[in-house]
């Protein structure tokens, strides 16, 4: 019983055009939600988080937006580069940080084609 | 660079034999977590620890075992090896400061059972 769904697992776009990147979520306990970017033969590495008490955060080219109603959560990267293309792994979890268990989804690969 | 070693990166063993796997961290950080990734099923937590001697167990903690003796060292024993636990694990740290604390994961060892 998936608690994080990541239902695309392949994403492919051009250079320069935006790629949106999407999750969905069934625990109604899930308040702290992060984006993971992993590169093949490396660790996952961290890339942007999201309170439940906001519904957007930016960071440079990357905008994750929640949407608590729909328990939805989307990762905005634009422009899209081709250093980009990696396998995109959301998380979420119940408590306010990482000291608590993360649930991630299976993750979306990223294609971002010159 | 959150300072997080794992050991060994990559190790082919034959079914029923024990393998354990090493994870170092330099930061004397809390908590520690073993993830397993495998084709699609993302990232699924094995084992954490929140503590020297404190540990608990994940999502697919059967078959394996952990210890933690110091805080910087914490091992994941598989007591006798089978081919489901082909697979890439992977141990994370949380490196937080204040509330949010985001988990950052080491390079992984590449595990193959025979």
């Known amino acids: 019983d998936q608690q994080v769904k990541q239902n695309s697992p392949s994403l492919s776009v051009q250079e320069g055009r935006i790629s949106i990147l999407n999750c969905d979520y069934t625990?109604?306990?899930?308040?702290?939600f992060l984006w993971y970017k992993k590169y093949p033969a490396e660790g996952p590495t961290f890339l942007i988080s999201?309170?439940?008490?906001?519904d957007k955060n930016e960071d440079g080219r990357f905008t994750v937006f929640l949407n608590k109603s729909a328990k939805h959560l989307s990762l905005h990267i634009v422009p899209s580069q081709p250093g980009d293309s990696a396998v995109y792994f959301c998380?979420?979890?119940?408590?306010?940080?990482?000291?608590?268990?993360?649930?991630f989804g299976k993750g979306t690969k990223l294609t971002v084609n010159p | 660079d959150a300072g997080i070693t794992q050991s060994p990166r990559h190790k082919v063993t034959e079914t029923g034999t024990p393998v354990t796997l090493r994870c170092h961290q330099t930061?004397?950080?809390?908590?520690m977590y073993w993830y397993r990734q495998d084709p699609g099923h993302g990232l699924r937590l094995i084992h954490y620890?929140?503590?020297?001697?404190?540990?608990d167990k994940g999502e697919v903690s059967d078959g394996y075992s952990v210890s933690r003796s110091k805080t910087e060292d914490f091992l994941l024993t598989l007591e006798s090896a089978t081919s489901s636990q082909t697979s890439v694990y992977f141990c994370?740290?949380?490196?937080?400061?204040?509330?949010?604390?985001?988990?950052?994961f080491g390079p992984g060892t590449r595990l193959l059972v025979l």
């Open positions: 998380a979420a979890s119940p408590g306010q940080g990482g000291s608590e268990k993360l649930v």
């Open positions: 999201i309170s439940s008490i906001k």
């Open positions: 620890s929140y503590g020297v001697k404190d540990t």
């Open positions: 930061e004397n950080h809390r908590y």
């Open positions: 994370a740290i949380t490196n937080g400061q204040g509330a949010r604390e985001t988990q950052y």
């Open positions: 625990n109604s306990m899930f308040d702290y």
